[in-house]
Nanobody, 125 residues
Framework: VQLQASGGGLVQAGDSLRLSCATAGRTFRGYAVAWFRQAPGAGRNFVAAIDRNGNGIYYGDSVKGRFTLSRNNARNTVYLQMNSLRPEDTAVYYC???????????????????WGQGTQVTVSS
């Protein structure tokens, strides 16, 4: 499954961005989809995920209340709406999908078999 992440950019603190993760000719049905991010010099961290059924959405503690994940099945696209952005949100954001992801490993990179190329988000203070 090929994933295409887009929507990154350079914004100021307090601004918003919406990232998109689209599949190429495939559906997300039956797949959990997640966003991870990697800041310079740091590891890749969990941001948000939607489970395989599309019923459960989970967020990392640092983005709760500011980021919203949603899925449009008709467009085979998952969105990450990011509001009230902070300089510490600066990172490359990656989307990932997996058909074997369960609730207990939603936040684990190893659970996802398919990865997009990443999109840069830079938040200036």
């Amino acid at each position: 499954v090929q994933l295409q992440a887009s929507g990154g950019g350079l914004v100021q603190a307090g601004d918003s961005l919406r990232l998109s993760c689209a599949t190429a000719g495939r559906t997300f049905r039956g797949y959990a989809v997640a966003w991870f991010r990697q800041a310079p010099g740091a590891g890749r961290n969990f941001v948000a995920a939607i489970d395989r059924n599309g019923n459960g959405i989970y967020y990392g503690d640092s983005v709760k209340g500011r980021f919203t994940l949603s899925r449009n099945n008709a467009r085979n696209t998952v969105y990450l709406q990011m509001n009230s952005l902070r300089p510490e949100d600066t990172a490359v954001y990656y989307c990932a999908s997996g058909s074997s992801v369960i609730t207990s490993n939603l936040a684990s990179q190893a659970a996802y078999a398919n990865w997009g190329q990443g999109t840069q988000v830079t938040v200036s203070s």
